[in-house]
């Protein structure tokens, strides 16, 4: 964790030229460094850069990741191998508390290329202006957020933004939509937002655990209550990510109506 933090604090320090070797407004590239947010609105530009790479399979990824600062490499390989871990151990443990077959989650399910974002949020002049990263849900199975010594990252709870006071050395995991479909809605996407501060830039770093594109997700068959009340339709993950991207309540398009 401290490696990595280290690394990234190093990847956006150095300069504006070697950094422009990574840059891509392209948003069908896999890897890139890039401004602002994915999540196209009009108006204020969200204060954020962030570097974006597809982790896994490991051998096939990392080929495409830069080579500057010199251990780049070495030290995000560690950082992923070990962050699928833990995660995978999460998702073991949901199974086991929701009594789904172990192991419910493996292939297909948490197949996808795991994309990881490193978040540099520069310190802001004025922070009532703008937002680090707007209010969204993560459209993925379970994302790790290693989230720094500086707080930012904020939740939605009853209707108000509470923030998530940093805990060294822990990481803050988020339950992605992709869950709340296949435990037909027992376990909650919890809306999150990154704010900026005048103070400090902050560093964060999300791992996002995700479905193939072409997997199929459906609320579990032993997980549908007794009267059989289906909430969210089966659905091919590529449509969904597709229509979340596009920042329309896509949970809603995705419920089945009483
Ligand atoms: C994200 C995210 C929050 C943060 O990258 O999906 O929610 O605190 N980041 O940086
Ligand atoms: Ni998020």
């Given amino acids: 964790m401290k490696d990595m933090m280290e690394l990234m604090a190093e990847f ?34 969200f204060w954020r850069d962030c570097l974006r790479l597809v982790s896994y399979p490991l051998d096939e990824s990392i080929k495409e990741w830069p080579q500057k600062p010199k251990r780049f490499r070495e030290v995000v390989a560690r ?3 070990e962050a699928r871990e833990v995660l995978m151990l999460l998702l073991n443990l949901i199974c086991q508390g ?17 994309p990881i974002h490193v978040n540099y949020y520069p310190t802001c002049p004025n922070p009532d202006l703008t937002l680090g990263v707007p209010a969204h849900f993560d459209n993925n199975i379970i994302t790790l957020l290693l989230s720094g010594a500086i707080s930012g990252l904020q939740i939605k709870h009853q209707g108000n933004w509470i923030g998530v006071e940093p805990v060294p050395n822990a990481f803050a995991i988020n339950i992605g939509q992709q869950i709340e479909i296949i435990t037909n809605g027992m376990l909650r996407s919890v809306e999150h937002r990154a704010v900026t501060n005048a103070v400090a830039a902050r560093i964060s770093i999300a ?16 997980l549908v209550n007794k009267k059989k009340v289906l909430l969210y339709k089966s ?9 979340s ?11 089945i109506k009483a």
Avoid: W
Wanted: hydrophobic share 35%.
């Fill in 245 to 255: 991207a596009k920042n329309e309540d896509v949970m809603d398009a995705f419920k």
């Fill in 235 to 243: 659905l091919v993950f590529e449509d969904f990510a597709r229509s």
């Fill in 207 to 222: 791992v996002f655990l995700s479905p193939k594109m072409d997997c199929h997700i459906m609320p579990a068959e032993e």
């Fill in 98 to 114: 929701l009594e789904l077959k172990e192991g419910y989650f493996d292939g297909d399910l948490t197949g996808g290329e795991m």
């Fill in 79 to 81: 950082f992923v191998v």
């Fill in 12 to 45: 956006f320090n150095m300069s504006m030229e070697d950094k422009s070797e990574y840059y891509s407004d392209d948003q069908a590239k896999k890897n890139r460094l890039f401004s602002g947010s994915m999540y196209a609105k009009e108006g204020p530009k």
